[in-house]
């Protein structure tokens, strides 16, 4: 089958795999070599005892929010996020290094087409199947020539991009969870703030293979100009301390692109621990569109 299909070619793990499930082969050799790692040498355990191999996409990934209460839906902000844990977008995946919103290139023409083509579809189709979903629906998607085209859904927000799409939801969150859960969307307007929120993944060196714990972090206090959001963090005798790979995620606000990644990169500098590492290319794509 992989030696049927176009260069390069995607292989996903069909299980749960903490957003670090996908393999991008640029040969058949290769293909066939992360095939079988996946398969038979359990490369990411349980999650890759079943995989889906798919058709490369060229274009540029963004990730869209939709809040429904089963009937009726909103749309929340967009984002982008950043998946590879080198500059330039080079390494491997991980859970997240970055994200920003909104997105430049989601102008109202292609938002409308996601709208129409992909949300409405889908919000119909789970009535059509008498699943009473209420909740968040992510929808990874790749804008290729201007066309939304479906990477993946999940039944959840989005980590980074929960840090950009938040702040800039513009109004108390609870009326409009209980709105969803109370099938109380019809006729619901959603207030979004238009500032940009870029947020900057700091991690542990090493992820996302093996990486050392139990570092001590200093200066989370010293950050004045963004919001620093705790993930992969523990307190032992009065110490905060690292206890996973995606420690910290440091969201800024601003005006402009380059006003928010410099209040996120601002306050990035501020933190420190033994092994501290973070992209430095974070929105830099978008700068240039």
Request: hydrophobic share 40%; proline share 4%.
């Amino acid at each position: 089958f992989i030696k049927n299909q176009s260069l390069p070619i995607v292989l996903k793990a069909d299980g749960l795999a903490a957003g670090k499930g996908v393999i991008i082969s640029e040969s058949y050799e290769d293909a066939e070599a992360n095939l079988r790692a996946m398969l038979i040498e359990e490369k990411f355990g349980e999650a890759s005892s079943k995989v889906v191999i798919e058709e490369f996409l060229q274009g540029i990934e963004l990730s869209v929010f939709v809040l429904t209460d089963g009937k009726e839906y909103l749309l929340l902000p967009e984002a982008k996020d950043y998946k590879r844990i080198g500059d330039q977008d080079t390494g491997p995946n991980t859970g997240g290094m970055g994200a920003v919103s909104p997105v430049p290139f989601a102008d109202a023409d292609f938002l409308e087409k996601v709208e129409k083509r992909i949300v409405q579809p889908t919000i119909q189709g789970l009535r059509d199947e008498n699943v009473d979903y209420r909740g968040f629906i992510f929808i990874g998607l790749m804008n290729v020539s201007g066309d939304p085209y479906v990477i993946e859904y999940n039944v959840r927000m989005g980590d980074p991009e929960t840090q950009v799409v938040m702040p800039r939801i513009a109004e108390d969150l609870l009326p409009l969870l209980l709105d969803c859960a109370q099938q109380k969307l019809s006729n619901r307007n959603i207030d979004i703030n238009p500032m940009t929120a870029s947020t900057v993944v700091l991690v542990s060196e090493g992820y996302p293979g093996d990486y050392q714990k139990d570092k001590e972090i200093i200066g989370i206090s010293d950050v004045e100009q963004a919001q620093v959001f705790q993930a992969g963090t523990k307190i032992q005798e009065n110490k905060l301390l690292t206890s996973g790979g995606r420690v910290l995620a440091i969201t800024g606000m601003g005006n402009t692109i380059q006003e928010a990644l410099d209040n996120s990169y601002a306050g990035a500098l501020k933190v420190c621990w033994d092994g501290l590492y973070y992209r430095k290319d974070i929105g830099q794509d978008l700068l240039k569109t």
